[in-house]
């Protein structure tokens, strides 16, 4: 087993984490970046990119990615794919241990291990996934303009979805497991006044159908009691709004986080709550979760290390 010196490790292969790279290897860093279980990230899931600027006819998620991916490596970045398995922030240089068995010791670190968005866990989510099934109503919302769509969740974010869906789509069906809401007041407001979302209280989707694309979905209404219906409903796209997961787990306890597991930083700047080490990206933003936001908070980081480093 090896170990590999560094004085900037980028830890996730997303737009933050090549944004991080592009700005720490032209910045004389010789970064290195694992690239993590997903090369490219979230948008590697979704299909067409429309909303990130510099692309006015779109792009591929996975294209755009490439294109990250390049830029980083063409300024020199040493990119390894691997997942970091552990890590110890409790001093410096900090150590990183690779599924490999090797272990990365680093001056500085760039968290930006992104956040994975909550699946229902049915077998269908896989089958259709980019094929109906989405987690981001605003990367592929456009793409069901006059269509039906369903939107499952009854947080914020669920409603946030179901309006901005509701002014493209011929019809929503918002898809909530208990009886009322938890999103905000206002939210709730919003939904219940936009005549084209149908609210499914009390339901549970079983399964989605459709020859090649989502066509439906198996609904089943108050299950477990003597109410219990199964119905269908006919959609061409199913949106999941459940919540997302911060990739946070080897840092826990190392690291402030809040109560859901994002890593605390100082905003503006990436700093996290151990002087070194910084945090770029969905991994810290349980707020905005676009793209453009993670790479300018990847570009932070890697000035933020920068600085550190030259100060230390
Ligand atoms: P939340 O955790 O607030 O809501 C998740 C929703 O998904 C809940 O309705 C929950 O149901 C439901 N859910 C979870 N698991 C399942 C499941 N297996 N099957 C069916 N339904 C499920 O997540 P959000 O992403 O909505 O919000 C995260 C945070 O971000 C919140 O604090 C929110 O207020 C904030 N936010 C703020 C916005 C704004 O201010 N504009 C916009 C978006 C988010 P149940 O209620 O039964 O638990």
Do not use: W
Not at 83 to 100: G, H, K, M, W, Y
Not at 122 to 137: I, R, T
Not at 191 to 217: H, P, R, S
Not at 277 to 284: K, N, P, Q
């Amino acid at each position: 087993m090896s170990e590999i010196i560094t004085r900037c490790a980028i830890i996730g292969g997303g737009p933050a984490g090549y944004t991080a790279a592009i700005y720490a290897s032209r910045a004389n860093l010789s970064p290195l970046l694992i690239e993590g279980m997903q090369p490219g990230g979230q948008l590697t899931t979704t299909t067409e990119v429309e909303n990130f600027p510099g692309y006015p006819q779109g792009v591929s998620g996975p294209q755009m990615m490439e294109e990250f991916r390049l830029q980083a490596q063409r300024f020199g970045t040493d990119i390894r794919l691997g997942v970091i398995t552990a890590a110890d922030l409790s001093q410096r240089p900090f150590r990183l241990t690779l599924d490999s068995g090797d272990t990365i010791v680093a001056d500085s670190v760039i968290i930006a291990t992104g956040a994975s968005a909550r699946y229902l866990g049915l077998p269908d989510e896989q089958k259709y996934m980019g094929m109906g099934v989405s987690a981001c109503a605003t990367c592929d919302g456009f793409f069901y303009r006059n269509r039906t769509v369903a939107v499952v969740g009854g947080g914020d974010t669920a409603c946030e979805e179901a309006v901005y869906l509701s002014s493209l789509a011929k019809e929503v069906y918002l898809i909530v497991r208990k009886p009322f809401l938890r999103a905000s007041k206002v939210m709730q407001r919003r939904v219940t006044e936009t005549a084209n979302i149908k609210i499914l209280y009390n339901c549970n989707t079983k399964g989605l159908f459709g020859e090649d694309v989502v066509e439906g979905a198996h609904i089943v209404e108050n299950a477990g009691t003597p109410e219990e219906k199964h119905f269908d409903i006919a959609i061409d796209g199913f949106f999941l709004a459940i919540g997302h997961t911060p990739n946070t787990g080897i840092f826990k306890g190392q690291l402030d986080m809040n109560n859901e597991g994002y890593i605390a930083v100082e905003s503006p700047t990436t700093r996290t709550s151990v002087p070194g080490v910084f945090a770029a990206g969905d991994v810290s933003d349980p707020i905005y979760r676009q793209a453009v936001n993670a790479a300018a908070s990847g570009c932070r980081a890697a000035m933020d290390a920068e600085r550190f480093l030259l100060e230390d």
